[in-house]
T-cell receptor
Framework: SQKIEQNSEALNIQEGKTATLTCNYTNYSPAYLQWYRQDPGRGPVFLLLIRENEKEKRKERLKVTFDTTLKQSLFHITASQPADSATYLCALDIVFGAGKSTFGDGTTLTVKP | EAQVTQNPRYLITVTGKKLTVTCSQNMNHEYMSWYRQDPGLGLRQIYYSMNVEVTDKGDVPEGYKVSRKEKRNFPLILESPSPNQTSLYFC??????????????FGEGSRLTVL
């Protein structure tokens, strides 16, 4: 069956370190993958989108990689800050424009000062 | 301000009492979708709409109805709510269908409790 797994429910790191979050999928061939941030009681907010033919995407302190052979995406936050503490969700879209996005359960990141 | 607005934000109701959760976006987006979020199950898609008068089922459509009569509005209808529909609901929209416009804009959520 199709499955999306994000590494451990919670990740705790020290301020200034790099946080690395993992999104693994099985039995999917996603056309593209997205990462969202969700704060408690709020709706998810879009961060980055990476297509199947792209290996890496960057935006300020954020970096996403996409390895279709390993069926894995890594999401990095460099020089992490307490304000980066939130839950991060990955989402897969199998077909361009099909409209069906499937989300992982999310990883809750806590950055300690 | 560009936004997706959901109402009500909080609702407690009883089994079988029909209710509608409204969703409106002011960004002229073609695509709209409803999700429910439950602990341990993540965000699951209920229904989505590619454009006016075009709707399709997501992964968990049972017990829900939607309509898309206008581009800006996409209400979620629970004809006969049951306790297993107690959840946090999110409406989302995006500009179009190509990956460069695949970014989803989410509303603030509607927390529904069915007793």
């Amino acid at each position: 069956s199709q499955k999306i797994e994000q590494n451990s429910e919670a990740l705790n790191i020290q301020e200034g370190k790099t946080a690395t979050l993992t999104c693994n999928y099985t039995n999917y061939s996603p056309a593209y993958l997205q990462w969202y941030r969700q704060d408690p009681g709020r709706g998810p907010v879009f961060l980055l989108l990476i297509r199947e033919n792209e290996k890496e995407k960057r935006k300020e302190r954020l970096k996403v990689t996409f390895d279709t052979t390993l069926k894995q995406s890594l999401f990095h936050i460099t020089a992490s800050q307490p304000a980066d503490s939130a839950t991060y969700l990955c989402a897969l879209d199998i077909v361009f424009g099909a409209g069906k996005s499937t989300f992982g359960d999310g990883t809750t990141l806590t950055v300690k000062p | 301000e560009a936004q997706v607005t959901q109402n009500p934000r909080y609702l407690i109701t009883v089994t079988g009492k029909k209710l509608t959760v409204t969703c409106s976006q002011n960004m002229n987006h073609e695509y709209m979708s409803w999700y429910r979020q439950d602990p341990g199950l993540g965000l699951r898609q209920i229904y989505y709409s590619m454009n006016v008068e075009v709707t399709d089922k997501g992964d968990v459509p049972e017990g829900y109805k939607v309509s898309r009569k206008e581009k800006r509005n996409f209400p979620l209808i629970l004809e006969s709510p049951s306790p297993n529909q107690t959840s946090l609901y999110f409406c989302a929209s995006s500009l179009g269908l190509a990956p460069r416009t695949g970014e989803l804009f989410f509303g603030e959520g509607s927390r529904l409790t069915v007793l």
